[in-house]
């Protein structure tokens, strides 16, 4: 039979609790609880809270080594990739010089056969020279062109082909399942729900280990479920800040965490709930039965700002929620910083041990939106505005002085477009002539068009919007009365993973699905330019000259929405030697089988000019659907022993 606490030693344990932070832990004094409680009961909850207290310090230790092991695979990688590109070039250098070579003496060769032609014509007349047909040499010499570098690259060390267990095993992260039905909610592919069900596991060890759970502990574990919330407020506020080293760390930048983001959120209204309910438990089981009224109990100061806190982080849980998000997403917006601002004050005062964390939360949180978003990475300019084909897209063009040369300190401390972006990135933009509710309003937007080469003097800055509700409806009302507006961006923002798969391939596969475009159409220039250092040298490099197979897709709903690009642009395009492949509008023709035709051609191309051996890089940006097809694709190929990389590039919101 459990030993019953008296009321004065479990308002004092309760006294001690509220009060112990991790400066507690430095007292020796403190160790046996406050003096002359006796009971065994006591002691326990008092041993209870301070192994709770220093247990959690230990949850940032292990969170700093699991960022560590993706900082270190990150970091391989590229040395990987850089070590790889080297000696391409190398094989490059030394093909060219070979061909060099082979035309001089070819050369001579050819004066030496003009000589003995007399010769050969007064042989015997039984005598025949093979002769290839002029197509066939074609195709020959296009094939040794392009697996000329891989080929030699190959012979200089063994074929280091993956075992099956391997294969299938990259296979298996790279799959992403089908929605969950009825609820019809998207999941991610395999590789993140890992590393998402291994946050939340590290979450529950560190709520659950050596908790005792009977009632007289009940405290014990309420509490520490309010340990293990505040432990994870900088990491939360770490993951959504759009500035922040672990991108420079890991190669993930905050689209690529929000998920991350997202799930910890979910994890940690869960474990307010839990300590919520934990303490509405300790009230019914031991302060009730000693004569504490429950309204006596909720009206007390710590737990009235425990209850603010709590009602905070709940409303922030549900209007994050994708309806609610997707439907009103300024308003979303507006209380997602407003809810947590307040949150973080309540919490603060709530008790002491968590003002380190919120400390550090709200450093984040003002660093990132003070000193970078609003000052150091936005710029503002003049643009221009036109209504595409369909009446119900936008396109904005913006001229971008590229004035400030860019450094490695520029980008750590605020690279702004004025430096200059790349592919695949995305500005936050904001057109405060519109109305005086878009003075504090930002939308993501990916740059639509190319990249500034490093010695351009101007960057041409394209946007495809396409109006639904809110912003983009607001917007298009208003280029339909001007067409020019003053247009403010802060970023750029945005991972490099996808062009690096590319550039690190020996064939290229990039689809895109209706306003996906934005995304493809800027990292298929990219790689066209990889070999030139400015416009000149790109204008002037034959198709030929690509070292790449690149197949370009474009799936579109409307055949107006060609007038995103231009026919003229898509020709230019695929003059640099881009297999460009636009099927007829899906509103007429359906959908065609993208995974079978992504198949195909990475099968097709990989064995013709690789011996299927080849590295394939896909990218994929548009609808779940097709991102999840393309994904599925290229997670079979790579059962079958292909060495195919995938990037899915779409926002997180």
């Known amino acids: 039979m459990e030993e019953v606490i008296s009321n004065s030693d479990l308002s004092a344990a309760l006294r001690f609790a509220l009060r112990a932070t991790w400066s507690t832990l430095q007292s ?51 040395y990987r990739r850089w070590r790889r590109k080297i000696q391409i070039s190398k094989a490059r250098k030394r093909a060219a010089e070979n061909k060099a070579i082979e035309h001089k003496e070819d050369s001579k060769g050819s004066q030496k056969s003009t000589e003995d032609s007399y010769c050969i014509s007064s042989s015997s007349s039984s005598s025949t020279l093979q002769r290839t047909d002029p197509s066939t040499a074609k195709s020959i010499g296009q094939a040794d062109e392009r697996t000329s570098l891989l080929k030699h690259q190959e012979s200089q060390s063994p074929n280091r082909r993956r075992t099956w267990w391997s294969t299938q095993v990259r296979a298996w992260l790279t799959y992403q399942p089908q929605p969950i039905p009825v609820f019809n909610r998207v999941l991610p592919s395999n590789s993140t729900s890992v590393v998402i069900l291994l946050f939340i596991a590290i979450n529950l060890f560190y709520t659950l280990y050596k908790v005792p759970f009977s009632i007289s502990m009940l405290f014990v574990f309420a509490d520490r479920a309010s340990l293990v919330f505040v432990a994870n407020l900088p990491w939360l506020y770490l993951f959504a800040a759009k500035n922040q080293p672990i991108k420079m760390l890991t190669g993930y930048s905050y ?21 919520s309910a934990g303490m509405v438990g300790v009230w019914y089981t031991l302060l009730r039965p000693v004569g504490l009224t429950l309204a006596a109990f909720l009206l007390s ?41 307040v949150a973080l ?12 964390y919120v400390a550090i939360a709200l450093t984040i949180f003002l660093v990132d939106r003070l000193v970078y978003r609003i000052t150091l990475k936005t710029r503002t300019y003049k643009g221009t505005c036109v209504v595409y084909d369909d009446q119900n897209t936008v396109g904005l063009h913006v001229s971008v002085p590229i004035s400030e040369k860019t450094s490695p300190i520029n980008r750590i401390l605020g690279h702004n477009v004025a430096h200059g972006w790349r592919a695949t990135d995305h500005v ?27 010695d351009s003097l101007v960057g041409e800055m394209d946007f495809i919007i396409r109006a639904q509700d809110g912003f983009s409806s607001d917007l298009l009302r208003f280029v339909k009365g001007h067409s020019e507006a003053r247009i403010r961006l802060d970023g750029p923002y945005g991972s490099q993973d996808a062009l690096e798969i590319l550039q690190d391939s020996d064939s290229c596969v990039i689809v895109a699905g209706g306003s996906g475009i934005a995304v493809i159409w800027p990292l298929a220039w990219a790689i066209v330019a990889a070999n030139n250092n400015n416009q000149a040298d790109l ?12 197949l370009f897709i474009w799936i579109l709903q409307k055949t107006e929405h060609l007038s995103w690009l231009g026919k003229d642009q898509i020709e230019e395009l695929r003059s640099h030697g881009v297999n460009i492949w636009i099927p007829p ?14 198949e195909t051609w990475i099968t097709d191309n990989d064995n013709e000019f690789h011996d299927g051996r080849g590295r394939t890089g896909v990218v994929c940006s548009g609808p779940d659907g097709m991102g999840r097809a393309v994904r599925n694709a290229c997670s079979a190929l790579q059962a ?14």
């Not at 220093?54 to 695979?73: C, E, G, K, M, P």
């Not at 709940?314 to 601002?341: K, N």
């Not at 509008?585 to 992504?598: F, K, L, Q, W």
């Open 428 to 454: 936050f933009l904001s057109v405060p002539e519109i109305s005086h509710k878009h003075l504090v309003q930002s939308h993501p937007f990916t740059i639509a068009s190319r990249a500034p080469f490093s």
């Open 539 to 550: 204008e002037s490099t034959p198709s030929s000259a690509l070292s790449k197979k690149i």
């Open 640 to 653: 079958k022993g292909r060495n195919v990389s995938v990037s899915i590039e779409k926002f997180g919101w």
């Open 585 to 598: 509008a899906t509103e007429t023709s359906g959908r065609p089988d993208i995974a079978s035709i992504v």
């Open 255 to 275: 689209e690529s965490l929000n998920i991350v983001h997202r799930r910890l959120g979910e994890t940690m209204c869960l474990l307010a709930l839990v300590h």
């Open 345 to 356: 004050i309540l919490l603060f005062f709530h008790h002491h041990g968590s003002r380190i």
């Open 28 to 78: 020796k004094d403190t160790a046996e609880g406050p003096p002359g409680r006796d009971s065994a009961q006591f002691r326990a909850l008092i041993a209870g809270i301070l192994f709770s207290r220093h247990f959690i310090l230990t949850y940032q230790a292990v969170i700093a080594s699991l960022l560590l092991a993706f900082t270190l695979a990150h970091w391989t990688t590229k």
């Open 301 to 341: 100061k710590i737990i009235l700002l425990g209850i603010g806190a709590f009602v905070a982080y709940e409303a922030i849980y549900f209007t994050s929620l994708g309806t609610f998000r997707r439907r009103w997403y300024e308003l979303f917006l507006a209380l997602h910083i407003f809810l947590q601002v």
